[in-house]
């Protein structure tokens, strides 16, 4: 199940390498079967998921390189298994967003496959080298999708990317190489290594906790490594800043949980009045940021910084509400931010500018898309009753007895959250209808199909969070062994 959930992208791919570039719907259907496959999989893993248990489950074990003891290991828990099926459901709605793209259409979509691969597999991964190297495979996709589909500072956006990322994977490899000689026998497997770590003392644990964190803290992006994160969402094609939203941040808070605490308790441990304090700057800090930005985009690349501080709060809080929070979090950021950046894609696309100040009045003329852009905006913001609400405040609820007046200064950040976002309906949506727009026409049925499935999704989880909560829960309280 899993090996065709995380392979059939790959797949996909290399048939449309076989493919003439000419025959671009040939590529398009390729790609989209492709896509479906690895979705309607994880569809199927989710409804025989047992949510009682926090085993791992869906395994598939086989040697790899018996010399070195790297075997092929896939399973997923409660952990894992959401971000599964949200790596599969955003890609394809990203592709869907994709069908704009008119240049090079051949590689993009080879590279969108190989990307989804690699993401995959990193949720899916119980050996460290795989692990690795589907971590390292979701890089080069990455930096081709920005660099040549990307807007006009693209080349810099991409190799600021690169390096960062690359940088970060260094730290972590020398992490893995530790724990590799340091275990008896010497093994990659991440459930062998969690239940040997017990013997390892905390100096060794602290430093290589400090080179999975640093893999880690580029890839959320956590303050002070967050710099290339605005820049790439603003070049990056609409599709691809979703998907780098959606699926590539959660990649570090995954690693930060699964591995980082898994592996390294006792430096995670040593490392939490830090990951506390970096959690309140980025919330703080990221929705400032977000509040002085002009371009829409830019705002709302700034506004993941905010919301991917909540998930380091809720860790930082070592508690199961904590941490079943952080983990729903990501999915409902994920579901929230991939659709905000599709809306503000559709402007884009009919203005050619993302400015706010250059809009007005859109409401009267574009009623579907501001009823869109408005309820996603509120459920950026934490509005009850819509699936921001319920993630961010069981974050709050999980740090507050560990960190008391450091969760009370994030609680700055909602109100900074809720004035960018206001500000922004009010400039481009509500006053005097700027009459340089009279020809703009509504949202497109193709814009549609990628937005509306989010925004339901963004109603039920608001609405009905046990669903998701019910398929995390009992792997988060056997991780924190409460």
């Not at 079967?33 to 949510?51: N, V």
């Not at 899916?124 to 495979?137: I, P, Q, S």
């Not at 080069?140 to 990322?165: C, N, R, S």
């Not at 993630?391 to 008391?404: I, Q, R, T, V």
Request: with cysteine; aromatic share 14%; glycine share 8%.
């Amino acid at each position: 199940m899993l090996s065709l959930i995380t392979w059939a992208p790959l797949a996909g791919a290399l048939i449309i390498l076989m493919l003439p570039k000419e025959k671009v719907q040939t590529i398009q259907t390729a790609a989209f079967l492709a896509a479906a496959i690895s979705l309607a999989a994880s569809l199927a893993m989710i409804a025989s998921f047992d949510r009682g248990t926090a085993a791992m489950q869906f395994v598939e074990r086989w040697i790899w390189i018996p010399s070195l003891n790297v075997q092929y290991v896939l399973g997923v828990d409660g952990l894992s298994s959401p971000l599964v099926l949200l790596t599969a459901f955003m890609s394809v709605i990203a592709l869907v967003g994709s069908l704009g793209i008119k240049e090079r259409v051949k590689e993009y979509f080879f590279w969108f496959l190989v990307l989804e691969s690699g993401m995959l597999g990193v949720f899916a991964a119980l050996d460290l080298v795989l692990f690795y190297v589907f971590w390292e495979l979701t890089l080069v996709p990455m930096y081709f999708l920005i660099g040549v589909w990307g807007g006009p500072k693209k080349e810099f956006a991409a190799i600021k990317f690169f390096l960062y990322t690359l940088s970060g994977s260094v730290f972590m490899l020398l992490s893995i190489l530790a724990v590799y000689f340091k275990s008896l026998p010497h093994t990659f497997d991440m459930l062998e290594l969690m239940k040997t770590q017990s013997a390892w003392d905390p100096r060794f644990q602290i430093l290589v906790f400090l080179g999975f964190y640093f893999g880690m803290a580029i890839k959320i992006p956590a303050f002070p490594f967050h710099t290339w994160l605005p820049l790439a969402h603003v070049e990056a094609p609409t599709p691809i800043s979703v998907i780098l939203a959606a699926v590539l941040l959660k990649m570090g808070v995954y690693g930060l949980m699964r591995i980082a605490y898994g592996i390294t308790p006792l430096g995670f441990a040593w490392f939490l009045p830090a990951l506390i304090t970096i959690a309140v700057i980025n919330i703080v800090y990221g929705a400032l940021c977000a509040m002085a930005q002009t371009d829409m985009k830019k705002m709302v690349a700034y506004s993941s910084v905010n919301h991917m501080g909540y998930c380091l709060l809720g860790i930082a809080g070592m508690s199961a509400t904590g941490f079943s929070g952080a983990v729903l979090q990501m999915v409902n950021h994920g579901i929230i931010t991939g659709a905000l950046f599709l809306l503000v894609g559709v402007v884009y696309d009919r203005a050619h500018t993302r400015d706010i100040s250059a809009f007005g009045g859109l409401a009267v003329k574009l009623p579907v898309y501001s009823g869109l852009m408005a309820m996603t905006c509120f459920a950026s913001l934490g509005l009850p009753g819509l699936a921001g609400f319920i993630s961010e405040f069981m974050c709050f609820l999980g740090a507050f007895p560990a960190w008391k007046w450091q969760t009370t200064v994030s609680v700055l950040g909602i109100i900074a959250t809720a004035a960018f976002f206001l500000r922004m309906l009010q400039k481009v949506f509500l006053g005097a209808f700027n009459e340089k727009w009279a020809g703009m026409q509504d949202m497109t049925v193709r814009e549609l199909v990628c937005v509306v499935p989010l925004a339901l999704v963004t109603v039920w989880f608001g609405v009905y969070p046990k669903w998701p909560l019910d398929l995390i829960n009992a792997t988060i309280v056997h991780m924190l062994g409460k």
